[in-house]
């Protein structure tokens, strides 16, 4: 027994000695481990090293140096720009070792990486740093912490974060820390978008208590303006300004007064009488200040533009003159001031401003936009001698003038106004020159040409400028427009041969829009106008009809067709057959009646009255609510009496006078029938 007992202790002596030499082992093993781990890092082979740390953490979890192990792993991991890798390693230490002191330092280190790398994981990092925050003082660093909170929150568009944030921010830190004034504002930012503006106005009321640089207090103030501002409520963005402004030491405060002015007229419901009040208040403080010359500009389109009194806006600009004679804005401010004596047409004044500025080389670079403005003003003034000059002078002198070709068209235009029509040639001709094809309105220069000769009765030139179009290739409505035009004049001067002719080219035009117009036109003048040509109009309203089956003009020429044969040929036969053919063709027209009407009184005039009565007594049954069916009545009962059926007559004049009472062809009747 004793021997056995030995034996067991000298057995328990030697287990304790071997284990004793397996954890030294052990502890040596990881101590060369790391020391292996770090000259590699040292070297920055981060690859080999995070795998040394990496399998120090695991072959031996509870080296004292294992948790640094996956420290430095993670750390290897985050040279490489393997964030996935460095987070595993950094979330292990945070929950395999909770005791350590690499615990927080893994926190802040994840989330760090997390808000600097490549792609940036925000909402994460924002979640770590407040994690941090909440630890009291067991880290160390707090105010970073937290402060990296509400702004990664930030960054991520996590407003209601940021607001959490800040809020700790202030509960651990309060004055201490030395960002508080920063997230306050960032809070107040925060909130604004949140749209908890009642909240944000509160948290600028209570920072206002503290002793908040000015800077900080001022900027405060201009946000939550600014936000109220984005809302559209004016008169408190404007209130916020008011106090932003009044902030002593507050750099901003010029701007902030000049936004509170801006703001009560850029919004939907406008205080133009505040906003003028503010500006002078702006002047009367900083009159001295480059930025008054701004304000004075400013007030004076308040005038103009919201209070709509032009004399105010003169008298601002005339002020401004004054007190700043070496302003940079003088000139854009005489601009302005003649610009509103032209509103309030006053322009003699106007145009003596604009010459003025014209004749003083320090405004060279705006001569072409003061000499437009000058040339309108005398165009205003229906001098329109002197506005021709200068539209002239523009699109000629100027050489790339944006305006060039609007310079010219106005240029003509006051030229046709002053009756110069040799002028108004030249300058369609010199359009023509300088830009021949470019210009967009070349068909109308060319017009205006025609226009010209035409009235001038030189027809031959006109002539001449429209197929002057055909070889530059105008478009087929210009050439159209330019042949209807010089066939007008041929027309009024008698020559209807040539007017048709003429008619008849742009009607040949392919792609031309009026060419149907212009078809009809030709057989018109041949038809209507001396010398007439009945046969040739007959010829062309068949081209027409054929043409254009479809539509009132056709039905039309049917009608022009029937009136040739009737007035022009007496061919009351050819007449009939016209009226006939329209019927058939057209039974749905609105002129169908019409049609009906007119071919009842053909038979008449060729004493067919069979067929006349026929005719109208089909007007009076199928039409009896149309104006024709009275007229029908009235001819049907004459044409009845005629041919001597007196009881007939009788009847029909008898049914006019009590189914249409109220026309006039009733009171015939009744005329007639007191004859018996």
């Known amino acids: 027994m004793k021997l056995r007992m030995v034996v067991l202790a000298v057995c328990a002596i030697c287990a304790a000695a071997w284990a004793q030499e397996g954890a030294e082992t052990l502890y040596q093993k990881g101590r060369k481990a790391w020391d292996k781990g770090n000259e590699l890092n040292g070297q920055q082979k981060y690859e080999e090293a995070a795998a040394v740390f990496e399998a120090l953490a695991k072959d031996c979890p509870t080296h004292e140096l294992a948790d640094d192990a996956l420290m430095q792993a993670a750390r290897c991991a985050r040279s490489l720009n393997k964030t996935d890798v460095a987070v595993r390693s950094f979330e292990r230490v945070m929950k395999e070792y909770p005791d350590s002191p690499n615990r927080d330092q893994a926190a802040a280190e994840m989330a760090d990486m997390l808000q600097g790398g490549p792609q940036p994981q925000y909402a994460k990092a924002a979640k770590l740093y407040e994690d941090l925050g909440s630890r009291g003082d067991g880290y160390g660093n707090m105010e970073h912490v937290l402060a990296m909170a509400v702004n990664s929150y930030w960054s991520a568009g996590d407003f209601e974060g940021v607001v959490r944030a800040a809020d700790k921010y202030w509960e651990g830190l309060g004055r201490s820390g030395g960002r508080w004034p920063w997230a306050i504002q960032l809070k107040v930012q925060a909130l604004a978008e949140l749209k908890r503006f009642d909240d944000a106005a509160k948290v600028v009321a209570e920072a206002g208590k503290l002793p908040l640089p000015a800077q900080a207090r001022g900027n405060l103030l201009s946000y939550l303006a600014g936000m109220y501002g984005n809302a559209k409520d004016c008169a408190k963005a404007s209130e916020y300004y008011l106090k932003a402004s009044a902030v002593e030491g507050y750099d901003n405060a010029m701007g902030c007064l000049l936004a509170a002015a801006d703001v009560l007229v850029n919004g939907e419901k406008k205080d133009v009488e505040g906003a003028v009040k503010i500006y002078r208040q702006f002047l009367e403080a900083y009159g001295r200040a480059p930025q008054s010359h701004e304000a004075?500009?400013?007030?004076?389109?308040?005038?103009?533009?919201?209070?709509?009194?032009?004399?105010?806006?003169?008298?601002?600009?005339?002020?401004?003159?004054?007190?700043?004679?070496?302003?940079?804005?003088?000139?854009?401010?005489?601009?302005?001031?003649a610009d509103a004596c032209r509103g309030a047409n006053r322009r003699p004044e106007a145009a003596a401003i604009y010459t003025e500025m014209l004749a003083n080389p320090v405004n060279r670079e705006y001569t072409a936009s003061l000499t437009w403005a000058l040339a309108w003003t005398y165009w205003e003034?229906?001098?329109?001698?002197?506005?021709?000059?200068?539209?002239?002078?523009?699109?000629?002198?100027?050489?790339?003038?944006?305006?060039?070709?609007?310079?010219?068209?106005?240029?003509?235009?006051?030229?046709?106004?002053a009756k110069d029509n040799e002028a108004v040639i030249r300058l369609a001709d010199e359009y023509l020159t300088v830009l021949p094809t470019s210009g967009m309105k070349a068909g109308w220069a060319l017009q205006q040409k025609v226009q010209v000769l035409a009235d001038l009765k030189r027809l031959e030139e006109a002539i001449v400028v429209v197929e002057r179009a055909q070889q530059m290739r105008a478009a087929a409505g210009v050439r159209g427009q330019l042949y209807a035009q010089v066939a007008g004049a041929c027309r009024a001067q008698g020559d209807s041969r040539k007017a048709a002719d003429l008619y008849l080219k742009a009607a040949a035009l392919e792609d031309h829009e009026g060419a149907a117009g212009c078809l009809m036109a030709a057989a018109e003048v041949l038809a209507f106008s001396e010398p007439k040509e009945p046969g040739r109009a007959l010829g062309i309203y068949a081209q027409f009809i054929q043409s254009y089956p479809k539509g009132p003009a056709a039905q039309d020429a049917h009608f022009r067709v029937a009136q040739v044969y009737r007035d022009a040929l007496g061919k009351r036969g050819d007449e009939a057959d016209t009226y006939r053919e329209f019927l058939k063709k057209y039974p749905g027209s609105v002129q169908f009646t019409r049609a009906m009407w007119e071919l009842a009184g053909s038979y008449r005039a060729q004493e067919r009255n069979p067929d006349a009565m026929t005719t109208y007594a089909e007007i009076i049954a199928k039409f009896p609510k149309s104006d024709y069916a009275a007229a029908a009545m009235w001819e049907l009962g004459q044409v009845q009496q005629a041919q001597g059926d007196a009881e007939k007559a009788r009847a029909t004049f008898e049914q006019l006078v009590k189914d249409k009472p109220g026309y006039i062809q009733a009171d015939y009747a009744r005329e007639r029938l007191a004859q018996k």
């Open 381 to 417: 003034q229906q001098d329109y001698a002197k506005g021709a000059a200068l539209f002239e002078e523009l699109a000629k002198g100027f050489k790339g003038y944006w305006n060039a070709e609007d310079a010219f068209v106005y240029a003509v235009q006051c030229r046709q106004y």
């Open 296 to 337: 004075h500009l400013r007030l004076a389109q308040v005038y103009r533009d919201h209070a709509r009194d032009r004399q105010k806006e003169i008298d601002v600009y005339k002020e401004f003159m004054q007190r700043c004679p070496d302003s940079i804005m003088l000139a854009r401010a005489k601009w302005q001031l």
